[in-house]
């Protein structure tokens, strides 16, 4: 065998395998899952091909690859979306945009706003002794009987304590908001738990103020990470009703 012929047999083989490899990718429907409205990624979407049933799940920055031919229909589902169903007409990168379902209770993304209180009254302006400087002295009937008495206010600890009750406040409204949120009514429209497993999981999972107000925080990544987490569990275990007992002694 010639040096040339041998060379012609070497780029044969290299065209084949590359026309393969082009093939192969081309079998697979590529993109990413993005939310509408914020265009963030979404993780944990369930892709299912309608006409081979093959199913998979987008990764932690909402990429995902399915099997795919021209003319299948791909849905994109997940509790918290509405589902959406793609007819495919070639197999180019295709992003998709899903909408949050229409019952979502109003306020669920957080934001700095929605923890303030509207309804607070501006604290009264003290004078430089923090209110009435000076008092005519009375007797212990109330009658004056000569004299002044000098009120001596600290404004620092004053400022403190509105602080303090305004803070408690906020708190107490964001817990209140919290409680609306992850209750059983709202929950339903995410997650398909009821009875016991519902309790538990709610007991679980309800964040506290910090995670809640933090700007990292998502409510859809946190429910479908969460239910995830959630259904790894026996479901002897989901549905006990010892759990959240179990679950602080550990």
């Known amino acids: 065998m010639t040096f ?30 993005y939310e509408s409205n914020t265009h963030s990624a979404i993780p944990g979407i369930t892709i299912r091909n309608l006409k081979t049933n093959f ?7 909402g990429a995902y690859a399915i099997p795919a031919k021209v003319g299948d229909l791909i849905v994109f589902s997940a509790f918290s979306y ?9 197999l180019n990168y295709t992003d998709i945009k899903l909408t949050l379902k229409q019952n979502m209770l ?10 303030r209180l509207g309804n607070l ?32 206010f600290d404004s620092h600890s004053a400022e ?8 408690l406040e906020k708190d107490e409204a964001t817990q209140k908001k919290i409680a609306e949120v992850f209750s059983p009514g709202n929950l339903k429209n995410y997650i398909p738990l009821k009875g016991q497993e519902m309790t538990n999981f709610i007991g679980m999972y309800t964040p506290d103020i910090a995670t809640y107000t933090s700007p990292e925080f998502n409510f859809t990544i946190y429910i479908n990470t969460s239910y995830t987490e959630f259904m790894k569990m026996p479901e002897e275990k989901r549905k006990s009703k010892d759990l959240l007992n179990l679950s602080k002694g550990d």
């Open 106 to 115: 109003n306020g669920v993304t957080v934001t700095g706003q929605q923890t």
């Open 4 to 33: 040339f012929r041998m060379m012609r047999y070497v780029l044969l083989a290299m065209c084949l395998t590359a026309f393969a490899a082009r093939s192969l990718a081309q079998d697979n429907l590529t993109g990413r899952v």
């Open 160 to 167: 403190k304590k509105r602080e303090k009750e305004a803070q």
């Open 82 to 90: 509405a589902p959406d169903t793609l007819y495919v007409q070639n």
């Open 121 to 152: 009254k501006p604290a009264p302006t003290l004078s430089p002794f923090g209110g009435e400087t000076l008092v005519y002295h009375t007797d212990a009937k109330g009658n004056y009987n000569g004299g002044v008495r000098l009120n001596v």
């Open 55 to 61: 199913t998979t799940v987008t990764n932690q920055t």
